[in-house]
């Protein structure tokens, strides 16, 4: 990825913190270091975040099955060399909309959090 490319999913996820975090309970990124700095929490658990320039959202299982089987993404893996099945990773020339996508990932987590 070039520095431009990175620098556009950078001002991309900026403005997506900025839609989010109009949403009550939803957390800016909290910077920092190491796992989860650009993340973006529902009551303190993260459901969207930038990594490596890729915006990775946690998603059900089966969706993002379907958007991986569909060529949209690829499972998140943290470097860890294990995919993690409720984690997809877009890469940021995706077309995808992106605000569309963490909304989902935001209704899941709102999910959990009243199941769990």
């Known amino acids: 990825m070039s520095g431009e490319e990175g620098r556009a999913a950078e001002d991309r996820y900026a403005d997506l913190v900025d839609q ?5 309970g939803v957390d800016p990124p909290n910077g920092g270091r190491g796992f989860g700095r650009t993340a973006l929490r ?12 890729h915006l990775v959202l946690k998603l059900p299982a089966a969706r993002v099955g379907e958007l991986v089987t569909a060529g949209e993404g690829t499972h998140f893996d943290a470097n860890k060399g294990t995919p993690m099945r409720e984690w997809l990773s877009l890469a940021p020339d995706s077309g995808h909309d992106w605000p569309a996508l963490a909304q989902e990932a935001l209704t899941f987590a709102h999910a959990n959090r009243r199941s769990g």
Request: glycine fraction near 12%.
């Open 42 to 53: 529902f009551h303190g658990k993260i459901f969207a975040m930038l990594v490596r320039g």
């Open 20 to 24: 989010m975090t109009a949403i009550h």
